[in-house]
């Protein structure tokens, strides 16, 4: 199976990954590209095995939980303060317009609509359209539906934690041929090149094994790009302290069944290495803008 990033078919490295999050009997083989250093889910699930791992009951994005939600709040404060610094240094006008494509619950989405100049929407398959307001409006709809950003005309659209989740890119391509010159995409995703991944190995969140089908790096990220003649880019990371916490709860669970002196001792110094990706940090955050 060819890296979905760069089509190579080369490896240097393969991983076996247990849903640890979801305590499911999925263990997932993923690849190291030896070209772009991408790593990839080697197997094409079942449909209906592919549908059943965002069950609207379990899956967290969609069902959430007071923890989970005060979390994603949390993080989504801080994501916006970086979208905010975009919007300023590109000039984009007010009012504007916003997409937040696959935006599960709305978290990061709902704060930008605090904001009164901003007009948002807010596009997930299982999105929930009775939480719209006058400043923001959900749509029930997949992410290839492009009438929407067509129709809207937006001045940004965000793309956050939902590109690892797909093995054909092509669609980011698709969004860009369909803006407005001058407005932005902004893309973000976890990053591999981490020392969270280094630490937490195969209890790293970062996989969300078997649901991350492509993790990328800030090199290979802009492999996606079909030309990058018509689009000024720019990588940018931020800190996401939740993915560390998630993987240490992925450790503890490791440990109930497969008991490890190794797990044990990174477990008991997990609390002094939550903030370990403060420097190297684990969110890749890609700004296009479309010339």
Known sequence: MACSICKSTGTHDSILIKDYEYNTKHITQYYVCSNCDGIYRNKILNYNIEKSLYDKKSYKPVKGGIIYDLLKNINSYYEKIFILKYLKKYKIKNPTKIIDMACGKGYLIGKLAKNLNFKCFGIDINVDTENNTNNINFIQSSYTNLDFIKNIKPNLIIINNFIEHMEDHSFINNILDVMENKSLLIIITPNTNTNGKKYFKDCWSGFHAPRHKVIFNERNIQNILKSKNNYQTEIRFLYDPFTNLISTINLFKKLKNDLSF???????????????????????MMVIRKK
């Open 262 to 284: 190794i797990t044990l001792i990174k477990i008991l110094i997990c609390p002094f290495i939550l903030f370990l990706d403060l420097i190297n940090k684990n969110r890749i």
